[in-house]
């Protein structure tokens, strides 16, 4: 199994709303990371989380903020988003070996 | 610096038709990873390649790793229209966090 799940599938929040997206996955990985996408663009690297400590943070504002509860589970909390912040934000996790990541299917994300 | 460059960006092709996807670098990768997306999805893994010229096939797709790890090749036989996607690929330059290094993406649709 290699099934990485996001909840929730879509989100629409005002500016002044606090939301958090969920993710998790159940094949032992250690590393987990959360991404964002614009449409046909490449995905954009914001957090990496090793053994559930911060590894990197690619100078993402403070408005997203990264939780790791557990190996199996990575949110990301949301607060005082911009319009701009709209886009598919994608968690993956990281299979040691091979060092493939296998993605989840996204949030959509819409910010008015 | 885009260390990945991936081409063409977009391609239109009749079904059946054959076409191939490139991805080059002057680094070396540990492994390259092939993903396919649709729209609003996430990124689905077709292959990981570790090994200088190792060819992988997937059905109607084939897969080559250059010899010096630096570039990789996708190639689809008799293209069909449930190819249509975004094709990304991305090498991993063996950092202890599994940094992902992306291509721009390959806009491909198959038409009937």
């Known amino acids: 199994d290699t099934e990485v799940t996001q909840t929730p599938k879509h989100l629409v929040m005002g500016m002044t709303n606090k939301k958090s997206l969920k993710c998790e996955q159940h094949m032992g990985h250690r590393a987990m990371y959360w991404y964002k996408q614009k449409a046909k663009k490449p995905p954009e690297l914001m957090f990496v989380y090793s053994y559930e400590k911060l590894s990197i943070n690619e100078s993402v504002p403070s408005r997203f903020s990264p939780e790791c509860p557990n190996s199996s589970l990575l949110n990301l909390h949301l607060h005082a988003l911009q319009p701009e912040d709209s886009a598919l934000y994608l968690c993956?996790?990281?299979?040691?070996?091979?060092?493939?990541?296998?993605f989840g299917p996204g949030t959509r994300l819409t910010v008015l | 610096t885009q260390l990945l460059e991936q081409s063409p960006q977009f391609l239109s092709i009749q079904e059946g038709e054959n076409l191939t996807v490139y991805c080059n670098s002057s680094?070396?990768?540990?492994?390259l990873q092939w993903y396919r997306q649709e729209p609003g999805e996430g990124p689905v893994l077709l292959v990981t390649v570790v090994t200088g010229g190792e060819v992988k096939k997937l059905k109607r797709l084939t897969f080559q790793f250059g010899d010096a790890r630096k570039d990789s090749s996708l190639h689809i036989t008799a293209a069909q229209p449930g190819d249509t996607g975004l094709y990304l690929c991305?090498?991993?330059?063996?950092?202890?966090?599994?940094?992902?290094?992306f291509g721009q993406g390959t806009i491909l649709t198959v038409h009937p």
């Open positions: 680094s070396v990768f540990s492994s």
């Open positions: 991305a090498g991993d330059r063996g950092t202890s966090y599994g940094k992902l290094t």
């Open positions: 993956a996790s990281r299979e040691r070996g091979t060092d493939t990541q296998y």
